[in-house]
Protein backbone atom coordinates (compact mmCIF):
# COMPACT_ATOMS: atom_id res chain seq x y z
CA UNK A 1 0.00 0.00 0.00
CA UNK A 2 1.44 3.46 -0.76
CA UNK A 3 1.67 6.94 0.76
CA UNK A 4 -1.23 8.76 1.10
CA UNK A 5 -1.27 11.79 -1.44
CA UNK A 6 -0.17 15.21 -0.50
CA UNK A 7 -2.89 17.91 -0.81
CA UNK A 8 -2.36 21.54 -0.95
CA UNK A 9 -5.12 23.46 0.75
CA UNK A 10 -5.52 27.14 0.88
CA UNK A 11 -8.03 29.36 2.88
CA UNK A 12 -7.68 32.38 5.77
CA UNK A 13 -6.66 31.59 9.59
CA UNK A 14 -9.91 31.51 11.43
CA UNK A 15 -8.54 31.06 14.84
CA UNK A 16 -4.97 30.25 16.24
CA UNK A 17 -3.94 28.37 19.62
CA UNK A 18 -0.43 27.69 20.97
CA UNK A 19 -0.02 24.76 23.10
CA UNK A 20 -0.16 25.41 27.29
CA UNK A 21 2.85 25.67 29.37
CA UNK A 22 2.10 22.37 30.98
CA UNK A 23 1.79 20.50 27.43
CA UNK A 24 4.64 20.05 24.67
CA UNK A 25 4.94 23.15 22.16
CA UNK A 26 2.00 23.15 19.63
CA UNK A 27 0.67 25.49 17.04
CA UNK A 28 -2.98 24.89 15.95
CA UNK A 29 -4.30 26.84 13.32
CA UNK A 30 -8.05 26.57 11.91
CA UNK A 31 -8.38 26.98 8.22
CA UNK A 32 -11.25 28.05 6.29
CA UNK A 33 -14.60 27.92 8.25
CA UNK A 34 -17.91 25.31 8.32
CA UNK A 35 -17.85 21.77 6.98
CA UNK A 36 -14.78 22.76 4.94
CA UNK A 37 -12.62 23.72 7.57
CA UNK A 38 -9.25 21.93 8.73
CA UNK A 39 -7.18 21.98 11.49
CA UNK A 40 -3.63 22.43 10.49
CA UNK A 41 -1.04 21.24 13.71
CA UNK A 42 2.71 22.24 14.09
CA UNK A 43 3.99 19.97 16.86
CA UNK A 44 7.22 21.63 18.50
CA UNK A 45 6.13 24.80 17.81
CA UNK A 46 4.41 27.63 19.83
CA UNK A 47 4.34 30.41 17.40
CA UNK A 48 5.44 30.93 13.59
CA UNK A 49 5.77 34.67 12.23
CA UNK A 50 3.40 35.34 10.33
CA UNK A 51 0.82 33.26 11.06
CA UNK A 52 -2.51 34.77 12.99
CA UNK A 53 -6.12 34.91 12.12
CA UNK A 54 -7.33 36.87 9.34
CA UNK A 55 -4.11 35.78 7.10
CA UNK A 56 -4.24 34.05 4.43
CA UNK A 57 -2.28 30.78 4.20
CA UNK A 58 -1.39 28.01 1.96
CA UNK A 59 0.03 24.43 3.28
CA UNK A 60 0.85 21.28 1.99
CA UNK A 61 0.71 18.01 3.19
CA UNK A 62 -0.96 15.08 4.09
CA UNK A 63 -4.86 14.79 5.36
CA UNK A 64 -6.07 12.79 8.55
CA UNK A 65 -9.82 12.44 9.83
CA UNK A 66 -9.88 12.39 13.69
CA UNK A 67 -13.19 12.58 15.49
CA UNK A 68 -14.63 13.86 12.15
CA UNK A 69 -12.55 16.39 11.97
CA UNK A 70 -9.96 17.07 9.11
CA UNK A 71 -6.00 17.34 10.48
CA UNK A 72 -2.88 18.33 8.64
CA UNK A 73 0.12 17.94 10.63
CA UNK A 74 3.27 20.06 10.31
CA UNK A 75 2.73 21.01 6.71
CA UNK A 76 4.58 23.22 4.68
CA UNK A 77 3.43 26.74 4.35
CA UNK A 78 2.90 30.06 2.28
CA UNK A 79 1.94 33.06 3.77
CA UNK A 80 -0.27 34.97 0.93
CA UNK A 81 0.75 38.92 0.68
CA UNK A 82 -0.36 40.51 4.13
CA UNK A 83 -3.54 42.82 2.84
CA UNK A 84 -2.95 44.88 5.50
CA UNK A 85 -1.40 48.17 5.41
CA UNK A 86 2.25 47.97 7.41
Same mark, same amino acid.
Given at each position: ??????????? $? @??? /?????? *? !????? #? %????? +? &???? $? @??? /?????? *? !????? #? %????? +? &?????????????????????????
Amino acid at each position: MGRPPRVRVSG $T @VRR /LRAGGP *A !GPPML #R %AELGG +G &TDAI $T @VIW /LGRNHI *A !GIEPG #R %ALAVE +G &TLSQQRGRTIMYNPRYDLAADPRPA
